[in-house]
């Protein structure tokens, strides 16, 4: 193992971060030391020589270790717990949304006071079991949903657009909490949730079994996950100008 390669080794052993973000922190500080090394070459010095005067000259790695630590997590518990509190602030909105009902309408009746009603929806649903079927009538129908309704009606997150929507955050808390930061992983995730709340509407009778559902939930997600991704590599680029 060459010298750099072992630095980097021991550099990226105790980042925490996700593993997409920790490969391109290598690539970033490998092309710095691969510059540095052909600079000490160019000057007449042997691979294994202008290799270590590379290495020195970015500095003891533990120390280099915390300096990213310290850009990349400045607040890291603050941080996760507010991750986890806003996740499950998301759940909760979920539940409401898709198990629960809506908020139906401000009441005010006298020696009760004014406050919020729940209708709950209980009934049949006709089940879809084939993907895309009527998927253009469903998108066409959201589209035109709020010049039918009340645009502040909740039930728009049960319309195609709206569950696209409604599931944009799960592409962002998969891969920060639950480390699914490929894309495999991601549509495995979103699949699997797609299709546990699709059952579960389905047996307590509190919405339909329909496929395209898990189709709005994984686009919705993989939107998200998009918004992290260049989120993340603007951060990467960021902290490759330590060394630059």
Known sequence: MSHIDQYLQQLSSKIDCDLNTKQELIEEFQDHLLLLKKDYVEKGLTDDIAEKCAVFDFGDFK???????????PFKKIYRVSLWLSLCVYIWFLVMV??????????????YGRGITLRFDWGDYASNLIPFKNIDREIY?????????????????????????????L???????????????LVIYSTIVGLIIEVVQFITKTGSLNVNDIIYVVSG???????????RKLKVARLGKIVS
Do not use: H, M
């Not at 129908?141 to 955050?169: C, E, M, Q, Y």
């Not at 592409?171 to 992983?185: E, Q, R, V």
């Open 63 to 73: 120390l280099f270790q915390q300096k990213i630590e310290s850009e990349l997590n």
């Open 98 to 111: 898709l198990f629960i009902g809506k908020y139906d309408r401000l009441v005010y009746t006298e020696g």
């Open 141 to 169: 129908n959201s589209i035109f949903w709020v010049s039918n309704r009340n645009a502040f009606d909740i039930t728009f997150f049960t319309t195609a657009l709206g569950v696209i929507l409604l599931f944009i955050p």
């Open 171 to 185: 592409g962002c808390f998969l891969p920060i909490l639950f480390k699914a930061s490929t894309l495999n992983k």
């Open 221 to 231: 997600s993989f939107i998200g996950w998009l918004v992290y991704s260049y989120v």
